[in-house]
C-alpha cells in the first residue's frame, strides 16, 4: 500500500500535457541539486542533477531549472505520461558535506 | 549504475521488540547513509554508517535507539530498537556511487516498510 504522499501536495495534470514541480531549498551555499521520482512502494530513483554552476540541465523529458537569487528549483516533465505518477522530491548539497536535505515532496497524478 | 539491496522489504512487529534491516551494495562504496521516511513526509537523515568505526548520527537519532554497523565497504545494518507504533516508517539504505564521470550521486535501496503494532 501506499504511504507516501498521503499528506504531501498534489499536481494533477493531464496526460500529453508538460508538467512543472518546483521546490524551494534552504541553504543559499549548497552547490549541488538532485531531483529524485519515488513510486508507491520504491525508493527514491535518481531523474536529474545540477550544479551551481548552471542554471538549467536537460535529460531525456525532463529539464531542471535553477534559480539561486530566490533559492528556488524547478523540474519540468515533457508531455507526461501515466508511468510519470509518482512523488518527487528535489534535494540539495550543502558545500563541505556529504549530507543531503530533502524537500518536502509534491505527489504528481497524471489524468488520462 | 551499482544496485543496492535491501532486505526486509517490509515487516509488521510487535512493540517492545528489534528488527534489523541490511543493505548490500554491488561495488565498494565510501559512504553509505540510513534515512527514515514517515507516512506522508520527506526523508530524514538517520545517520552516516562509517567502515570500521561508530556511525554519526543526526540530532534526534541515538545509537540506542538506532544500532547502525557498517563491517566493510559494501554492506551495513540498521537495527530499530525497542519499537513503538512511532517507529512505523519506511526506511531506506543509501550510497554515494560514481558516474562515468567520477561524479558522485545519492543512491538508494528500494526501502523497508515498517510497521508496528
Known amino acids: 500500500g501506499e504511504s507516501v504522499g498521503l499528506h504531501l501536495p498534489t499536481l494533477s495534470v493531464q496526460e500529453g500535457d508538460n508538467s512543472i514541480i518546483n521546490c524551494a531549498y534552504s541553504?543559499?551555499?549548497?552547490?549541488?541539486f538532485i531531483w529524485y521520482k519515488q513510486e508507491s512502494g520504491k525508493g527514491p530513483q535518481f531523474i536529474i542533477d545540477?550544479?551551481?554552476?548552471?542554471d538549467k540541465r536537460q535529460g531525456q523529458r525532463v529539464t531542471v531549472l535553477l534559480n539561486k537569487t530566490v533559492k528556488h528549483l524547478s523540474l519540468q516533465i515533457a508531455a507526461t505520461q501515466p508511468g510519470d505518477s509518482a512523488v518527487y522530491f528535489c534535494?540539495?548539497?550543502?558545500?563541505?558535506?556529504?549530507?543531503?536535505?530533502f524537500g518536502t515532496g509534491t505527489r504528481l497524478k497524471v489524468l488520462a | 549504475s551499482a544496485v543496492i539491496s535491501q532486505k526486509p522489504s517490509r515487516d509488521i512487529c510487535q512493540r517492545g521488540t528489534s528488527l534489523t534491516i541490511q543493505c548490500q551494495v554491488d561495488?565498494?562504496?565510501?559512504?553509505m547513509f540510513w534515512y527514515r521516511q514517515q507516512p506522508g513526509q520527506s526523508l530524514t537523515l538517520i545517520a552516516t554508517?562509517?567502515?570500521?568505526?561508530?556511525?554519526?548520527?543526526e540530532s534526534g537519532f541515538v545509537i540506542d535507539k538506532f544500532p547502525i554497523s557498517r563491517p566493510n565497504l559494501t554492506f551495513s545494518t540498521l537495527t530499530v530498537s525497542n519499537m513503538s507504533p512511532e517507529d512505523s516508517s519506511i526506511y531506506l539504505c543509501?550510497?554515494?556511487?560514481?558516474?562515468?564521470?567520477?561524479?558522485?550521486?545519492?543512491?538508494f535501496g528500494s526501502g523497508t516498510q515498517l510497521s508496528v503494532l
Open positions: 543509501s550510497a554515494l556511487l560514481s558516474d562515468r564521470a567520477l561524479n558522485e550521486k545519492l543512491f
Open positions: 541553504n543559499s551555499a549548497s552547490d549541488y
Open positions: 545540477i550544479r551551481s554552476n548552471m
Open positions: 534535494a540539495e548539497n550543502p558545500p563541505g558535506t556529504y549530507k543531503y536535505i
Open positions: 561495488s565498494q562504496v565510501t559512504m
Open positions: 554508517a562509517n567502515q570500521g568505526s561508530e556511525a554519526t548520527y
